[in-house]
C-alpha cells in the first residue's frame, strides 16, 4: 500500500512542474517602445531549414546578437547540415550526402510592421559533398561565400517572449571547388564506386548540383527566438532610446551651433575683410576727394586772387589815373591860377603904376591947379556955386555914361568870348597881347581926359569915382576869374591850350571895361 | 495481469492530470489525401491533450495499387503535435511521430520484404476549412530503421558490402521521408 501511495506522488509532481512552467510564462510583460536588456541566454535564436529538410539534410542554426539591448541590429550566426551516409550496407545508385557548415553576420532593421525585420548580410562556409543523380557522381570539398538578403516575419509570439517566426532569405555566391567524378560498378554480385577523374583542385566551378547544393541559396527557415519576440528586437534606437536620441539630436545641436557659430564667424571675419576693404577704398576715395578739392579750392582760390589783384591792378590803375587827372587837373588849376594871379598882379601892378602915375601926375596937376584955382578963385567965387550944381548933374551924367559903359564893356565881353571861341585856333594870345595895349593906351587916353576932366572938377568925386573903378574891376577881376574856371572845366577834357585864351579875353574886356 | 491493470490506471491518471488545463477536448478524424490518390486507405484520429499539442495515430494499407502491381505496405504512425498558435488544430504545427510498416515491393528485377521502423519530425499547417473541417498540409523527415529481405529476380545473390548476402534478410537505416500529406479532417466534438 506504501508503495502505490509513493506512485502516485510522481505525477502529481510532474503535473505541479507543468503548472508552474505555464504561470511563469504568462508573467512576462510585453513592452516594445522603450529600451530593453536582453539575458544573454535570450540572445540567441535557434532555426532550422525547411529547404535543408525537404532534401533529407538535418540542418541546425545558431544565431547571437552583438549586442544586449533591442535596438542591437547586428548579428553573427552558423549554419550547420549533414545528411552522413547512412546507406552503410550496400552502394546505391543514387547519392546525396553533404556536410556543410556557414558563418554569417546579418544586420536587421524593421520596416513599418512590427512583426517583420529585413536583413542583409554576408556568409562564407565550406561543405564537403558527394552527389550521384546519374551515372557520373561528384565527390569533393567546395568553399563559398556571398551576400545574402532576406525577411524575417514572426509566426507566432508566445506569452513567456520567445517567438517562432519565418526567415525567407536568398544568398547567392560563388564556389570554389576541388571534386572528382566517379562512377557506379556492378561486379561478382557487388557494387563498386571508382573515380573516374582526378581532383579539380580549387578553382570557381558551376557544376549544377553541385553549386545548387553548396550554395545552398534558398532559404525557408523557422526561426525561435529566444526571450523576446522579433517585434522587440532589431529596433531603431532612434525610436526606442529617449536618451539616446537626445544625446544624438543634442550633439546635432551642438554641432550645428557649432556649425552657425563658424559661419557667423565667418562671415563677421568676411564682413570685417569687406569693411575692412571698403573703410580703405572709402578712405582711398576721400583722401583722393580732398585732394581734387584741395587743388580745386587752390585753382579757385589762385583765380580769385588773381580776378582780386586783376580788379586791384585796375583798380590801382584807375586811382592812378583819376590822381593823375586830378593833378593834371590840378595843375591846370594852379596854372591858371598862378596865370590869373600873375596877370592880376601885373595888372594891378599896372594899375598901381598908373594911379601912381596919375596921382603924380593929379599931384602935378592939383598944384597946377591949386596956384591956377587960388588965381581963380577969387575971380570965379561967385559962378562957383552955379558950376557947382551943374557938375553935380555932369558927375550923374558921367556916372549914368559910366553904367552905360561898363554895360557895353559886358557886351563886349560877351562878344569877345564868342569871338574867341570862335577864333581861337587862328589868334594867338601874342597878337592879342599886342593888339591890347594899343586899345587900351586909347581907352586910357579917353579915359584920362575924362577922369582928368572929373578930377579937375571934383577930387571928391574922382575919389568915389576911383573907388567905383576899383570895385568895378574887382567885380569884372571876379567875373573873369569865375568865367574862366567854368570855361575850364568845360574844356578841360578837350583843348588845354584853348583854355588859356578865354582867361586872357575875359581879362582883357575887364581891363578895356576899366 | 493485475500489475498491468495498474500501471494503465496510473498512466490514466498521468493523462487526466496533465489535461487538466485542458479548455475543451476535441477529437477528430482524418485521411490523407495523398495516400488516397496513390490508392493507400488510411484513416487517422487526433485528440487534443493540451492547449497547444494533440496526439494522434493513421492507419494505412495497400496492395497492389494502381502504380506498382507488386507492392503491399500496411502500417500505423502515431504522432504528438505541437501547434504553435493560440489552439491546437489550428495554423504551424511541428510533430514527432512514430512509424511501424510491414511492406512487400517489387520494384525492377528486386523485390524487398522486410518491416520498417522509424521515427521522424514532421512540419505542418493546418487550414480550417469550417467549424469541422479541416485541412492539413504536413511534411516530415526522420530515420527509418529497416529489416529486409532482397530477393533477385533471376535468382542470383546481391552481396552487401561486408559480403553478406541481401536475401538472407539485413538491416540498415536511411534518413527518409516519414511523412508527406495532405489530410483532410473533420472534428467530430
Known amino acids: 500500500m506504501n508503495m502505490k501511495g509513493y506512485k502516485l506522488i510522481l505525477p502529481l509532481l510532474l503535473q505541479f512542474f507543468v503548472g508552474v512552467i505555464g504561470a511563469q510564462g504568462q508573467g512576462n510583460l510585453l513592452y516594445y517602445n522603450k529600451v530593453d536588456t536582453m539575458k544573454f541566454q535570450n540572445r540567441f535564436n535557434l532555426k532550422t531549414d525547411a529547404v535543408g529538410w525537404l532534401t533529407l539534410t538535418p540542418n541546425l542554426g545558431l544565431e547571437f546578437s552583438l549586442g544586449n539591448k533591442n535596438w542591437n541590429q547586428w548579428t553573427v550566426g552558423v549554419y550547420g547540415r549533414a545528411n552522413w551516409d547512412v546507406n552503410t550496407r550496400t552502394k546505391s545508385f543514387y547519392v546525396y550526402n553533404i556536410y556543410g557548415g556557414r558563418v554569417e553576420v546579418r544586420r536587421y532593421w524593421h520596416a513599418k510592421i512590427p512583426k517583420r525585420a529585413f536583413y542583409v548580410g554576408l556568409f562564407a562556409g565550406a561543405n564537403s559533398f558527394d552527389i550521384k543523380f546519374g551515372n557520373t557522381g561528384k565527390k569533393g570539398i567546395s568553399f563559398v561565400g556571398g551576400p545574402m538578403v532576406g525577411t524575417v516575419t514572426q509566426l507566432y509570439g508566445y506569452m513567456n517572449g520567445a517567438s517562432l517566426d519565418l526567415d525567407l532569405g536568398i544568398s547567392p555566391g560563388v564556389m570554389f571547388a576541388d571534386m572528382h567524378d566517379y562512377q557506379r560498378f556492378y561486379k561478382d554480385g557487388k557494387y563498386y564506386y571508382s573515380a573516374t577523374s582526378s581532383n579539380t583542385g580549387y578553382k570557381i566551378s558551376f557544376s549544377p548540383w553541385v553549386y545548387a547544393s553548396s550554395i545552398d541559396a534558398v532559404h525557408i527557415s523557422l526561426v525561435y527566438h529566444f526571450g523576446t519576440k522579433l517585434a522587440n528586437r532589431y529596433k531603431n534606437r532612434n525610436l526606442i532610446d529617449n536618451d539616446y536620441r537626445l544625446a544624438v539630436e543634442k550633439e546635432k545641436i551642438r554641432r550645428d551651433s557649432v556649425h552657425t557659430a563658424q559661419v557667423k564667424e565667418k562671415r563677421i571675419h568676411m564682413d570685417s575683410l569687406a569693411k575692412a576693404d571698403y573703410e580703405r577704398r572709402f578712405e582711398e576715395q576721400r583722401l583722393e576727394n580732398e585732394k581734387e578739392y584741395a587743388q580745386d579750392s587752390l585753382r579757385k582760390e589762385n583765380k580769385a586772387l588773381k580776378e582780386k589783384q586783376m580788379i586791384e591792378r585796375e583798380e590801382a590803375k584807375q586811382r592812378a589815373d583819376s590822381l593823375k587827372e586830378v593833378a593834371r587837373q590840378k595843375a591846370i588849376e594852379e596854372k591858371a591860377n598862378a596865370k590869373i594871379t600873375a596877370d592880376s598882379l601885373k595888372l594891378v601892378e599896372k594899375t598901381k603904376q598908373f594911379e601912381e602915375k596919375e596921382r603924380a601926375k593929379l599931384k602935378a596937376d592939383s598944384l597946377k591947379y591949386a596956384a591956377k584955382e587960388r588965381a581963380r578963385e577969387l575971380k570965379e567965387r561967385k559962378a562957383m556955386e552955379r558950376e557947382n550944381a551943374k557938375r553935380a548933374a555932369d558927375s550923374t551924367k558921367v556916372a549914368k555914361e559910366i553904367e552905360k559903359q561898363q554895360k557895353e564893356a559886358d557886351k563886349v565881353k560877351d562878344e569877345n568870348s564868342k569871338s574867341t571861341e570862335e577864333v581861337e585856333q587862328s589868334q594867338t594870345p601874342k597878337t592879342e597881347d599886342s593888339s591890347v595895349p594899343e586899345k587900351e593906351k586909347e581907352n586910357q587916353n579917353t579915359e584920362n581926359s575924362d577922369n582928368a576932366l572929373v578930377d579937375n572938377l571934383i577930387p571928391d568925386s574922382r575919389q568915389l569915382v576911383n573907388e567905383m573903378k576899383r570895385a568895378v574891376i574887382f567885380m569884372a577881376v571876379k567875373e573873369a576869374k569865375e568865367n574862366t574856371l567854368k570855361s575850364l572845366e568845360a574844356s578841360s577834357s578837350s583843348d588845354k591850350g584853348a583854355t588859356q585864351t578865354p582867361t586872357m579875353a575875359t581879362f582883357q574886356t575887364a581891363i578895356e571895361t576899366y | ?189
Not at chain 2, 29 to 46: C, D, H, I, K, P
Not at chain 2, 50 to 69: E, R
Not at chain 2, 146 to 170: I, V
Open chain 2, 1 to 189: 495481469m493485475k500489475m498491468v491493470t495498474k500501471k494503465i490506471g496510473l498512466l490514466l491518471i498521468l493523462l487526466v492530470g496533465m489535461t487538466t488545463n485542458m479548455q475543451a477536448q476535441t477529437f477528430a478524424v482524418n485521411s490523407n489525401l495523398l495516400f488516397l490518390a496513390s490508392q493507400t486507405y488510411n484513416l487517422g484520429a487526433e485528440i487534443t491533450v493540451g492547449n497547444h499539442t494533440t496526439l494522434g495515430l493513421s492507419v494505412f494499407a495497400n496492395n497492389k495499387p494502381y502504380f506498382l502491381k507488386n507492392m503491399r505496405v500496411v502500417g500505423v504512425q502515431p504522432e504528438f503535435k505541437y501547434y504553435f498558435g493560440g489552439r491546437p488544430l489550428y495554423h504551424h504545427y511541428v510533430g514527432i511521430g512514430l512509424l511501424g510498416a510491414d511492406y512487400s515491393i517489387t520494384l525492377g528485377n528486386r523485390t524487398y520484404d522486410g518491416t520498417a521502423w522509424g521515427g521522424g519530425m514532421t512540419f505542418g499547417y493546418v487550414i480550417p476549412l469550417s467549424k469541422r473541417w479541416n485541412m492539413d498540409f504536413h511534411t516530415g523527415v526522420g530515420v527509418i530503421f529497416s529489416h529486409h529481405k532482397e530477393f533477385m529476380k533471376d535468382e542470383s545473390d546481391l552481396l552487401l558490402n561486408d559480403n553478406t548476402k541481401a536475401k538472407d534478410g539485413f538491416w540498415e537505416y536511411r534518413i527518409l521521408p516519414t511523412n508527406i500529406g495532405v489530410t483532410l479532417s473533420y472534428t467530430i466534438w
